[in-house]
């Protein structure tokens, strides 16, 4: 079965954001995760910048992509904390988690998560997305068309990001 006819792609539903919050609860370590009442802001705020994978044959949420349009082009802490920051004209997107769950992982679901939201986002005339990982996660960034900038200004949960950069207009990402 394929990546296409197992997974549903889709946008989040509001009450999916409690669901959300436990996968990445799951996905991410305390200091780093998105609490339960602000992933329900994110959810309220902008359902529409959310990508979910939902499994066909259990109707979960296997994994999910979400982000904050902005004008804003670097990546700071409050994005991740304040919902309000969203900007639903923005040109940019910073990217706040990609999250698949252990049992869902090296099967191609978070760089078809990835491929779905640049292209879908492309769609829609923005024109960068920008994240911060961590420097083991550079490799697979620059896998999905990625860009790494270096150190970022993001001190979020206390760790040492980088921050990676697309271009949308100098992507093609085929259906």
């Known amino acids: 079965m394929n990546i296409e006819e197992r997974f549903e792609f ?28 602000m992933m329900r802001r994110r959810v309220e705020k902008a359902p529409e910048l959310f990508l979910v994978a939902v499994d066909r044959e259990t109707g979960r949420i296997a994994g999910f992509l979400n982000g ?4 804003e082009e670097v990546l700071r802490d409050e994005f991740f904390t304040n919902a309000e920051l969203y900007d639903p004209e ?12 252990p049992e869902y992982r090296r099967q191609g679901l978070a760089t078809e998560l990835m491929r779905r939201y640049l292209s879908r ?7 960068q997305i920008i994240l911060t990982c961590l420097p083991e996660k550079i490799p697979m960034y620059e896998k999905m068309g990625y860009t790494d900038y270096g150190v970022s200004e993001s001190s979020w949960g206390g760790e040492l990001w980088h921050e990676m950069r697309v271009t949308l207009k100098e992507q093609d990402f085929p259906v």
């Open 10 to 37: 889709r946008s989040v539903h509001l009450e999916e954001a409690e669901q959300t919050a436990r996968i990445e609860a799951i996905c991410f370590p305390p200091n780093e995760a998105c609490k339960p009442d």
């Open 68 to 71: 904050l349009s902005t004008e």
């Open 90 to 101: 923005g040109k940019n997107i910073m990217i706040l988690g990609l999250d698949v769950l």
């Open 121 to 127: 986002e492309k769609e829609k005339g923005r024109e």
